[in-house]
Protein backbone atom coordinates (compact mmCIF):
# COMPACT_ATOMS: atom_id res chain seq x y z
CA UNK A 1 0.00 0.00 0.00
CA UNK A 2 1.16 3.40 -0.55
CA UNK A 3 2.71 5.26 2.15
CA UNK A 4 0.16 8.41 2.65
CA UNK A 5 2.76 9.71 5.24
CA UNK A 6 4.02 12.51 2.78
CA UNK A 7 0.94 13.48 0.70
CA UNK A 8 0.26 16.84 0.67
CA UNK A 9 -3.34 17.65 2.61
CA UNK A 10 -5.67 20.46 2.88
CA UNK A 11 -7.66 21.10 6.29
CA UNK A 12 -11.43 21.22 6.19
CA UNK A 13 -14.02 22.44 8.96
CA UNK A 14 -13.76 20.11 11.51
CA UNK A 15 -16.07 16.82 11.70
CA UNK A 16 -18.29 15.30 14.29
CA UNK A 17 -17.54 11.29 13.90
CA UNK A 18 -20.32 9.18 15.47
CA UNK A 19 -19.03 6.11 14.33
CA UNK A 20 -20.49 2.86 14.94
CA UNK A 21 -18.50 -0.04 17.01
CA UNK A 22 -18.14 -2.46 13.37
CA UNK A 23 -17.52 0.52 11.62
CA UNK A 24 -13.87 -0.92 10.38
CA UNK A 25 -15.74 -4.29 9.08
CA UNK A 26 -18.81 -2.90 7.65
CA UNK A 27 -15.76 -0.92 5.85
CA UNK A 28 -14.12 -3.81 4.30
CA UNK A 29 -17.71 -5.23 3.12
CA UNK A 30 -17.86 -2.94 0.79
CA UNK A 31 -16.54 -5.37 -1.09
CA UNK A 32 -18.73 -8.31 -1.43
CA UNK A 33 -18.77 -11.67 -2.84
CA UNK A 34 -14.91 -12.36 -2.13
CA UNK A 35 -15.26 -15.79 -2.68
CA UNK A 36 -16.73 -15.46 -5.96
CA UNK A 37 -17.30 -12.71 -7.96
CA UNK A 38 -16.34 -9.74 -5.94
CA UNK A 39 -18.23 -7.18 -6.49
CA UNK A 40 -17.09 -3.41 -5.60
CA UNK A 41 -19.09 -0.65 -3.99
CA UNK A 42 -16.80 1.78 -3.67
CA UNK A 43 -16.27 3.35 -7.92
CA UNK A 44 -14.40 6.55 -6.86
CA UNK A 45 -13.97 8.79 -3.69
CA UNK A 46 -16.64 10.37 -3.56
CA UNK A 47 -18.36 6.98 -2.93
CA UNK A 48 -16.17 6.87 0.18
CA UNK A 49 -17.15 9.79 1.44
CA UNK A 50 -20.53 9.04 0.77
CA UNK A 51 -20.08 5.94 2.56
CA UNK A 52 -19.03 7.64 5.55
CA UNK A 53 -21.96 10.11 6.11
CA UNK A 54 -24.29 7.32 5.62
CA UNK A 55 -22.82 5.83 8.50
CA UNK A 56 -22.48 8.14 10.61
CA UNK A 57 -18.34 8.79 10.79
CA UNK A 58 -19.21 11.82 9.26
CA UNK A 59 -21.89 14.57 9.03
CA UNK A 60 -23.59 15.66 6.00
CA UNK A 61 -21.80 19.11 5.76
CA UNK A 62 -18.48 17.84 5.88
CA UNK A 63 -19.94 15.47 2.87
CA UNK A 64 -20.20 18.30 1.05
CA UNK A 65 -17.29 19.95 1.38
CA UNK A 66 -15.15 17.31 0.50
CA UNK A 67 -16.89 15.84 -2.37
CA UNK A 68 -16.88 19.90 -3.71
CA UNK A 69 -13.08 19.81 -2.91
CA UNK A 70 -12.54 16.70 -4.48
CA UNK A 71 -14.56 17.55 -7.67
CA UNK A 72 -12.12 20.21 -7.90
CA UNK A 73 -9.15 18.00 -7.62
CA UNK A 74 -9.58 14.78 -9.67
CA UNK A 75 -6.34 13.72 -10.25
CA UNK A 76 -6.08 13.90 -6.00
CA UNK A 77 -9.08 12.32 -5.93
CA UNK A 78 -8.22 9.19 -7.60
CA UNK A 79 -4.50 9.04 -5.58
CA UNK A 80 -6.61 8.93 -2.30
CA UNK A 81 -9.36 6.53 -3.85
CA UNK A 82 -6.52 4.28 -4.21
CA UNK A 83 -5.37 4.40 -0.94
CA UNK A 84 -8.55 4.30 0.68
CA UNK A 85 -8.89 1.39 -1.20
CA UNK A 86 -5.24 -0.34 -0.38
CA UNK A 87 -6.21 0.95 3.66
CA UNK A 88 -9.43 -1.35 3.11
CA UNK A 89 -7.72 -4.40 1.94
CA UNK A 90 -4.75 -3.93 4.61
CA UNK A 91 -7.61 -4.07 7.63
CA UNK A 92 -9.56 -7.00 5.70
CA UNK A 93 -6.12 -8.74 6.11
CA UNK A 94 -6.24 -8.14 9.99
CA UNK A 95 -9.47 -8.70 10.42
CA UNK A 96 -9.35 -11.84 8.59
CA UNK A 97 -6.22 -13.10 10.64
CA UNK A 98 -8.46 -12.20 14.00
CA UNK A 99 -10.98 -14.71 12.73
CA UNK A 100 -9.36 -17.50 11.86
CA UNK A 101 -6.51 -16.53 14.98
CA UNK A 102 -3.66 -16.59 13.22
CA UNK A 103 -0.83 -13.81 13.32
CA UNK A 104 -1.30 -11.02 10.86
CA UNK A 105 1.48 -9.82 8.46
CA UNK A 106 4.18 -7.67 9.90
CA UNK A 107 3.72 -5.35 6.80
CA UNK A 108 -0.21 -4.69 7.59
CA UNK A 109 0.62 -3.89 10.86
CA UNK A 110 2.85 -1.28 9.89
CA UNK A 111 0.29 0.25 7.29
CA UNK A 112 -2.11 0.15 9.65
CA UNK A 113 -0.06 2.05 11.96
CA UNK A 114 1.49 4.79 9.70
CA UNK A 115 -2.17 5.39 8.90
CA UNK A 116 -3.41 5.75 12.49
CA UNK A 117 0.26 7.93 13.09
CA UNK A 118 -1.81 10.33 9.92
CA UNK A 119 -5.13 10.38 11.28
CA UNK A 120 -6.95 12.41 13.02
CA UNK A 121 -6.90 11.87 16.77
CA UNK A 122 -9.57 11.57 18.85
CA UNK A 123 -9.11 14.32 21.49
CA UNK A 124 -12.31 16.36 22.00
CA UNK A 125 -15.75 14.79 22.33
CA UNK A 126 -18.62 16.82 21.28
CA UNK A 127 -22.79 16.78 22.40
CA UNK A 128 -25.16 15.12 19.71
CA UNK A 129 -28.33 14.72 19.46
CA UNK A 130 -28.03 11.36 20.02
CA UNK A 131 -24.78 11.65 23.03
CA UNK A 132 -21.74 12.29 21.65
CA UNK A 133 -19.76 12.53 18.88
CA UNK A 134 -15.60 13.15 18.39
CA UNK A 135 -14.45 16.65 16.61
CA UNK A 136 -12.07 15.96 14.80
CA UNK A 137 -10.06 17.29 11.87
CA UNK A 138 -10.80 16.78 8.39
CA UNK A 139 -8.07 16.51 5.96
CA UNK A 140 -8.15 15.39 2.14
CA UNK A 141 -5.57 12.33 2.62
CA UNK A 142 -7.12 8.72 2.64
CA UNK A 143 -6.05 8.63 6.19
CA UNK A 144 -7.44 11.95 7.48
CA UNK A 145 -10.81 11.34 5.88
CA UNK A 146 -10.93 7.29 7.10
CA UNK A 147 -10.06 7.96 10.60
CA UNK A 148 -13.31 6.66 12.25
CA UNK A 149 -12.74 3.33 9.80
CA UNK A 150 -8.92 3.26 11.27
CA UNK A 151 -9.95 3.73 14.95
CA UNK A 152 -12.28 0.82 14.53
CA UNK A 153 -10.24 -1.27 12.96
CA UNK A 154 -7.55 -0.19 16.20
CA UNK A 155 -10.13 -1.26 18.98
CA UNK A 156 -11.55 -4.45 17.31
CA UNK A 157 -8.13 -5.41 17.22
CA UNK A 158 -6.65 -4.69 20.76
CA UNK A 159 -10.35 -5.16 22.41
CA UNK A 160 -12.46 -7.78 23.29
CA UNK A 161 -14.04 -8.00 20.09
CA UNK A 162 -10.89 -9.22 18.76
CA UNK A 163 -12.32 -12.84 19.63
CA UNK A 164 -15.88 -11.87 17.48
CA UNK A 165 -14.71 -11.51 14.72
CA UNK A 166 -15.79 -13.76 12.04
CA UNK A 167 -15.83 -14.83 8.22
CA UNK A 168 -19.21 -16.05 6.80
CA UNK A 169 -19.36 -19.51 6.39
CA UNK A 170 -20.67 -19.52 2.69
CA UNK A 171 -17.31 -19.24 0.80
CA UNK A 172 -18.84 -17.31 -2.06
CA UNK A 173 -19.65 -14.65 0.40
CA UNK A 174 -17.00 -14.28 3.18
CA UNK A 175 -18.10 -10.95 4.04
CA UNK A 176 -17.07 -10.33 8.43
CA UNK A 177 -19.04 -9.68 10.88
CA UNK A 178 -19.18 -9.57 14.70
CA UNK A 179 -20.54 -12.47 16.99
CA UNK A 180 -22.37 -11.44 19.37
CA UNK A 181 -24.69 -14.66 20.00
CA UNK A 182 -24.51 -15.88 23.19
CA UNK A 183 -22.66 -18.90 22.41
CA UNK A 184 -20.31 -17.82 20.01
CA UNK A 185 -21.75 -19.93 17.37
CA UNK A 186 -22.42 -17.86 14.40
CA UNK A 187 -21.62 -19.16 11.26
CA UNK A 188 -23.39 -16.84 8.55
CA UNK A 189 -22.99 -13.13 7.65
CA UNK A 190 -27.16 -12.83 7.63
CA UNK A 191 -29.45 -15.55 8.32
CA UNK A 192 -31.92 -13.76 5.99
CA UNK A 193 -29.61 -14.14 2.91
CA UNK A 194 -27.08 -17.14 3.48
CA UNK A 195 -28.01 -18.72 5.89
CA UNK A 196 -31.25 -19.31 4.12
CA UNK A 197 -29.38 -20.26 1.04
CA UNK A 198 -27.77 -22.86 3.04
CA UNK A 199 -30.65 -24.44 4.37
CA UNK A 200 -31.97 -23.95 1.26
CA UNK A 201 -29.11 -25.93 -0.60
CA UNK A 202 -29.45 -28.75 2.51
CA UNK A 203 -32.64 -29.18 1.31
CA UNK A 204 -31.98 -29.81 -1.93
CA UNK A 205 -29.30 -32.26 -1.55
CA UNK A 206 -31.50 -34.10 1.28
CA UNK A 207 -34.31 -34.54 -1.00
CA UNK A 208 -32.56 -35.19 -3.95
CA UNK A 209 -30.65 -38.76 -2.06
CA UNK A 210 -34.21 -39.70 -1.30
Not at 91 to 119: F, Q, T
Amino acid sequence: MPSVKSRPSQNLPDVIAVPRRDLAIEFVNTLAWRGSSPTESLHDFGDVVTWLAANKAMQASASALLHEWFAAHPARAAEVSREAIGLRETIHRLLKSAASSSVPAREDLRDLNLALGNAAPRVSLEPTEGGFGWRIEAKTTAAGVLAPVLWSAADILVGPDSARVRECANDRCLWLFLDDSKNGSRRWCSMQACGNRAKAHRHYLRQKGE
